[in-house]
């Protein structure tokens, strides 16, 4: 789904969306003080419940997740924008990790096209608002700041549990935290079921963390795109900065150009081929993945990023008849450049 995302309009359309979303996951677990009925915690027996007063569970997850929203809507971006959520990282990183509700838990998963544990949901979600985290809950949950308990917890903060770590999840505020929970479950929104025994605040890449698109992604790509093309890259691996010329090339990151030829959205990828692909061209995230899976097929293929780039545009085919990049005039003035902005040799 796409919305506008500048401002609280914004938002509400997307509470919507997810409150549709939410209601056919499986239920939440329902805290009451002094008692959990979580499953994991039964069935580990390692549950401690959560301190009398350590924090109200008021407010629904609706106003809870909304008011993270409004606020990152209004600091310039939402989970369709995850680039451009201001200075607000763990609001924008509440409404970007929202986009996976409902997501199955998968030991070891990182792709929510397969599957996330809890700590790929962590890595994703902030991620997606332009700040690497390492994979893993136990180096997570020493990252950014201690918060020093949930009384004074912002959405968007870590909540880590066990010791060693061995599960996280981030706080969405009113006594609740989105979480990847165990296998045979979705992501979801719980309750905080027992006292986090780590609680950190990532306040910004400059502070804590590194933004996914500060290494080897050019000055001259869109704010709004980078986040975008860096998980892309880093997933299929691919240059981002070769991937993020290809749509420089293709049409200057209009993400509603439609060639001549028929050719859609920002990769400007043919229909056929989109569906090959299993994305939406029209879609800027889908169609930057999809053509990043494209880009990487060709790169393992053909071994070299100019006929990879050849592969792109005038078709593996041609490359193998030709045995090299195609004497087609289009296709020798595309890859020279591509590779020119990516800053790579022919």
């Given at each position: 789904m796409s919305v506008d995302a500048s401002g609280p309009a914004a938002a509400l359309?997307?509470?919507?969306?997810?409150q549709s979303r939410f209601a056919v996951l499986p239920g939440a677990p329902t805290s009451v003080a002094g008692t959990t009925s979580t499953p994991d915690a039964v069935a580990s027996g390692s549950a401690a419940p959560l301190a009398a007063g350590s924090t109200p569970v008021t407010g629904s997850?609706?106003?809870v997740l909304g008011d993270a929203l409004t606020r990152a809507g209004a600091a310039g971006g939402l989970a369709?924008?995850?680039?451009?959520a201001g200075d607000d990282v763990g609001a924008g990183a509440v409404a970007a990790g929202s986009r996976y509700l409902g997501v199955p838990y998968v030991w070891g998963g990182s792709d929510?096209?397969?599957?996330?544990?809890?700590s790929g949901l962590v890595q994703r979600a902030y991620a997606d608002v332009g700040v690497t985290l390492p994979r893993v809950a136990a180096d997570q949950a020493r990252m950014g700041s201690a918060v020093p308990d949930l009384a004074h917890a912002r959405p968007g903060d870590l909540l880590a549990f066990g010791s060693p770590v061995d599960h996280i999840g981030i706080y969405v505020g009113a006594g609740r935290m989105l979480v990847a929970p165990r296998t045979g479950e979705a992501v979801m929104v719980q309750d905080v079921y027992r006292i986090p025994t780590a609680i950190r605040r990532i306040t910004g890449p400059a502070a804590t963390a590194t933004p996914a698109y500060a290494v080897g992604m050019p000055s001259w790509v869109p704010e709004r795109w980078r986040p975008l093309f860096a998980i892309a890259a880093a997933r299929h691996g691919v240059p981002a900065a070769l991937l993020a010329s290809v749509a420089r090339t293709e049409s200057g990151f209009n993400a509603g150009a439609v060639s001549p030829a028929g050719a859609v959205g920002l990769m400007q990828l043919m229909p056929s081929t989109a569906r090959g692909l299993g994305v939406d061209p029209r879609d800027p995230a889908q169609?930057?993945?999809?053509?990043?899976?494209?880009?990487?097929?060709?790169l393992r293929r053909f071994g070299s990023a100019p006929l990879a780039l050849a592969a792109y545009n005038a078709g593996p085919g041609a490359v193998e008849r030709y045995d090299g990049?195609?004497?087609?005039?289009?296709?020798?003035?595309?890859?020279?450049?591509v590779l020119g902005y990516a800053g790579m040799a022919a």
């Amino acid at each position: 789904m796409s919305v506008d995302a500048s401002g609280p309009a914004a938002a509400l359309a997307r509470i919507d969306a997810i409150q549709s979303r939410f209601a056919v996951l499986p239920g939440a677990p329902t805290s009451v003080a002094g008692t959990t009925s979580t499953p994991d915690a039964v069935a580990s027996g390692s549950a401690a419940p959560l301190a009398a007063g350590s924090t109200p569970v008021t407010g629904s997850f609706d106003s809870v997740l909304g008011d993270a929203l409004t606020r990152a809507g209004a600091a310039g971006g939402l989970a369709t924008d995850p680039g451009a959520a201001g200075d607000d990282v763990g609001a924008g990183a509440v409404a970007a990790g929202s986009r996976y509700l409902g997501v199955p838990y998968v030991w070891g998963g990182s792709d929510p096209a397969t599957g996330l544990d809890c700590s790929g949901l962590v890595q994703r979600a902030y991620a997606d608002v332009g700040v690497t985290l390492p994979r893993v809950a136990a180096d997570q949950a020493r990252m950014g700041s201690a918060v020093p308990d949930l009384a004074h917890a912002r959405p968007g903060d870590l909540l880590a549990f066990g010791s060693p770590v061995d599960h996280i999840g981030i706080y969405v505020g009113a006594g609740r935290m989105l979480v990847a929970p165990r296998t045979g479950e979705a992501v979801m929104v719980q309750d905080v079921y027992r006292i986090p025994t780590a609680i950190r605040r990532i306040t910004g890449p400059a502070a804590t963390a590194t933004p996914a698109y500060a290494v080897g992604m050019p000055s001259w790509v869109p704010e709004r795109w980078r986040p975008l093309f860096a998980i892309a890259a880093a997933r299929h691996g691919v240059p981002a900065a070769l991937l993020a010329s290809v749509a420089r090339t293709e049409s200057g990151f209009n993400a509603g150009a439609v060639s001549p030829a028929g050719a859609v959205g920002l990769m400007q990828l043919m229909p056929s081929t989109a569906r090959g692909l299993g994305v939406d061209p029209r879609d800027p995230a889908q169609a930057i993945d999809g053509a990043a899976r494209l880009l990487a097929g060709h790169l393992r293929r053909f071994g070299s990023a100019p006929l990879a780039l050849a592969a792109y545009n005038a078709g593996p085919g041609a490359v193998e008849r030709y045995d090299g990049v195609p004497p087609y005039r289009e296709t020798q003035q595309y890859v020279s450049r591509v590779l020119g902005y990516a800053g790579m040799a022919a």
